[in-house]
């Protein structure tokens, strides 16, 4: 999972470690290992290692991925995936561009899947909430979440742009 330490990432952090899978969480912030490792990742990479400019094919290192960076990081994300696998792209923090090429598609199967969560229709949102429902730990979540008052939006705003959140910040209105 890239982009481990903010809201997407947190949440298929420990969704993906309640539903057995061994989770590798990717993050450029050092500070936050111990959180990822309590949300559940079984190891943490540095961002710098899946940050360079990617090879066309990498050493097969993950059977799927969760990518919530985009550019570089997605484009080694997919050089690196096994054979058959699956890469979920849902963020583009690190760009809109994706360098790669059609190698890992067809020297190894591995299929790109965007996640379009805006404009899903009501029956797929019913499904996916009812998942959350089920598959997320409540004690995680409250681990993930931050609540903050109306008022503290424009720090927070400060906070996010400098890349002091982690999980995610829900604001309450008065």
């Known amino acids: 999972v890239t982009g481990a330490a903010g809201g997407v990432g947190s949440v298929a952090v420990s969704l993906l470690s309640r539903l057995g899978h061994e989770v590798i969480a990717v993050t450029g912030r050092a500070h936050e290992h111990d959180y990822l490792r309590g949300l559940g990742a079984s190891d943490i990479l540095d961002r710098a290692e899946l940050s360079a400019p990617p090879k066309l094919l990498g050493k097969e290192r993950w059977a799927g991925a969760i990518d919530a960076v985009g550019g570089n990081t997605l484009a ?99």
Request: glycine share 10%; charged share 20%.
């Open 76 to 174: 080694n994300v997919l050089a690196m995936t096994r054979r058959g696998g699956a890469v979920a792209a849902c963020g583009n923090a690190g760009g809109m561009d994706l360098p790669t090429s059609v190698a890992p598609f067809i020297l190894r199967g591995v299929s790109l899947i965007g996640i379009d969560s805006v404009y899903q229709p009501k029956p797929r949102r019913i499904e996916a909430w009812s998942r959350l429902a089920r598959d997320l730990d409540r004690d995680k979540l409250a681990a993930i979440t931050t609540t903050l008052p109306f008022s503290g939006l424009v720090n927070a705003a400060h906070d996010i742009l400098a890349g002091k959140v982690r999980g995610r910040l829900v604001v309450e209105i008065d």
